[in-house]
């Protein structure tokens, strides 16, 4: 158990829907981080947040967006869902923001758009 | 432009002996490098890193080793066991504020009886 917790772990939907996935990062950590794992791709990073505040975005489509909460926990926004956003989507955190850091993995919520 | 790679898509070794899987990078900025180990449909689990100013990080049966000049590091499982089993994955972070990670594709090793 890694103490990243992500929910729901499982979500299946409709194309056109808007889901929620919701991440709480391991106790101390200010940074937070998203990635998605597609059938046919490694691991994408989407975006990071630390203590509230974007810093660094990747892949993410204008469709996706996320937010870090006053309590730390994380939220990632996805919508008008294509099938093609079926995937994996990770939850990771880290104590700090900078490079050293060790980043530690959620479990995932596997998201089918049907 | 796959900054991470990992050229051996799988590996497969038989128990008690070296499983030994490779990663190169072409981003001369990364400074911290990282390796997970994954199950299908479960997050990746930190294994063990090593920072540019080293060249060996050791963690009982782990081992990493880094060549900068080479821009290749590898991990050395010693001596493999069949619960290794599962997929690998090389990562590095550059110098920075932002400490996001660039993955490789993975390396799904087999451990044999």
């Known amino acids: 158990d890694s103490g990243v917790t992500q929910t729901p772990k499982h979500l299946i939907t409709a194309t056109g829907q808007r889901v929620t996935l919701r991440c709480s990062p391991r106790?101390?950590?200010?940074?937070v981080y998203w990635y998605q794992q597609s059938l046919d791709q490694g691991l994408q990073f989407l975006i990071q947040y630390y203590n509230g505040e974007e810093r660094a975005k990747g892949n993410i489509l204008e469709r996706f967006s996320a937010q870090q909460f006053p309590d730390l926990h994380s939220e990632l926004n996805l919508s008008s869902l294509e099938l093609g956003d079926s995937a994996l989507y990770f939850c990771?955190?880290?104590?700090?923001?900078?490079?050293?850091?060790?980043?530690?993995f959620g479990e995932g919520s596997w998201l089918t758009v049907v | 432009d796959q900054q991470v790679k990992q050229n051996s898509p799988s590996l497969s070794v038989q128990e008690g002996r070296i499983s030994i899987l490779n990663c190169d990078y072409t981003n001369s900025m990364f400074d911290y490098f990282l390796w997970y180990k994954k199950y299908p449909a479960e997050g990746p689990t930190f294994l063990i890193s090593i920072s540019s100013i080293k060249d060996k990080n050791e963690d009982g049966r782990f081992t990493v080793f880094l060549n900068k000049s080479a821009k290749h590091l590898s991990l050395h499982i010693v001596p493999s066991q069949p619960g290794d089993s599962a997929v690998y994955f090389c990562a590095a972070s550059e110098a920075g504020t932002a400490s996001k990670l660039t993955f490789g594709t993975g390396t799904r090793l087999q451990v044999t009886l």
């Open positions: 106790s101390g950590d200010l940074s």
């Open positions: 990771a955190s880290s104590v700090t923001q900078g490079s050293g850091n060790t980043i530690y």
